[in-house]
C-alpha cells in the first residue's frame, strides 16, 4: 500500500482529475496544525481548495464545506449534490466545546 502525505495525495487527485478530463472536481480541505499564511499557500498550491488550522470550531468546517459545495454545484461536471442536506456528526467526532481536535 503507498504511503502519501496530503499534498502529495492532492497533487496525485488533481493530476487523475487532469487526466481524466471529465470536469469534476472533488474537494479537498486540508486540516493541519499550522495556522502560517505560508502553511495555507502550500496545500492551495498543491491543488487543495481551502485549509483550515487545527483546533477549529465545527461551525468554522461547516462554512468551509458549504462554501466549497455551493462553489461546485455551479460548475459543470461536478460531483456535488446540493438537494441533500448535511447533517450535524454526533459528538463522536471527539467535539470538546466547539473545538474539533
Known amino acids: 500500500m ?6 502529495e495525495t492532492s497533487k496525485r487527485i ?11 472536481r472533488i474537494p479537498i480541505i ?7 499564511g505560508e502553511d495555507r499557500e502550500f496545500c492551495l498550491d498543491a491543488g487543495m481548495d481551502d485549509h483550515i488550522s487545527k483546533p477549529f470550531r465545527y461551525k468554522e468546517l461547516l462554512e ?14 461536478t460531483a456535488a449534490d446540493t438537494s441533500k ?9 471527539g467535539q470538546s ?3 474539533i481536535r
Open 85 to 93: 442536506t448535511v447533517k450535524q456528526p454526533t459528538a463522536a467526532f
Open 30 to 36: 486540508a486540516m493541519t496544525g499550522q495556522a502560517s
Open 14 to 24: 488533481r493530476l487523475r482529475e487532469k487526466k481524466n478530463a471529465s470536469g469534476t
Open 2 to 7: 503507498l504511503r502519501m502525505d496530503g499534498i
Open 97 to 99: 466545546k466547539g473545538k
Open 64 to 77: 468551509v464545506v458549504a462554501r466549497l459545495l455551493k462553489d461546485t454545484s455551479s460548475t459543470p461536471g
